[in-house]
């Protein structure tokens, strides 16, 4: 009796990656400075602190999706800073 397995290959998001990446994958070849302006903002940021980590020295990882709505939130509330 033969025995046939079907799978279905499902592609995932990737969910973390290296700052160096993630400065490509969001198009930020060219404007690093304000990357590094933005990622800083990111990780101080109470809801969006989680986000980041630096597993070893001079490694920082971010979460792709956390770092998407982060850059949401910040475009839909760009007015609404800095008014204290």
Do not use: C
Not at 6 to 31: C, P, R, S
Not at 35 to 54: D, I, N, T, V, W
């Amino acid at each position: 009796m033969a025995q046939i397995t079907l799978a279905k290959t499902v592609e995932l998001d990737q969910a973390w990656m290296a700052k160096d990446e993630a400065i490509v994958y969001f198009g930020y070849q060219n404007h690093k400075p304000l990357f590094q302006k933005l990622l800083k903002e990111f990780k101080e940021h109470a809801a969006f602190k989680e986000g980041y980590r630096l597993p070893t020295y001079g490694l920082s990882i971010i979460n792709v999706k956390l770092f998407d709505e982060f850059l949401i939130w910040r475009d839909q509330n760009k007015f609404k800073r800095n008014k204290n």
